[in-house]
């Protein structure tokens, strides 16, 4: 027979299963966009795309003029859509100037900023925010 103790601890073992359970659901999710997009746009883990912090950063290396290496506009551009950024940050990306230093911004649980120089083109850091 089980008393009232005994169904708070098996009570208590069930719950923290769960919270396990979910926590490594969210990781695994968490973990897959960046993935997701850089699988989507057939970049592999090539120069001008790499994750980092365990699938919770994408840094971006656009191709600018005095480089050799980094993705090409059509291959940003894949990013961008795959990582679901709105027409307004596409645009105020592609609007970016060598002047205006590092600009950002969020949505969806998803924190851009970037720079411009057009030898060094446009590089973009997104990141996850740990709270979605």
Do not use: K
């Not at 105020?92 to 030898?119: C, L, V």
């Amino acid at each position: 027979m089980v008393g009232a103790t005994g169904w708070a601890l098996i009570s208590a073992g069930w719950e923290a299963r769960e919270a396990r359970a979910a926590e490594e659901a969210e990781a695994a999710a968490y973990g897959s966009t960046f993935e997701d997009a850089v699988d989507e746009c057939g970049l592999g883990y090539s120069s001008g795309a790499d994750i980092g912090d365990e699938g919770a950063s994408l840094v971006i290396d656009h191709r600018g003029q005095d480089e050799t290496g980094g993705l090409s506009y059509a291959q940003l551009d894949c990013v961008t859509n795959a990582v679901d950024a709105p027409d307004h940050v596409t645009a105020h990306m592609e609007n970016t100037t060598a002047m205006d230093g590092r600009q950002s911004a969020s949505w969806d649980g998803i924190t851009a900023s970037w720079s411009y120089h057009p030898d060094r083109g446009l590089d973009i850091v997104f990141s996850l925010d740990r709270d979605r």
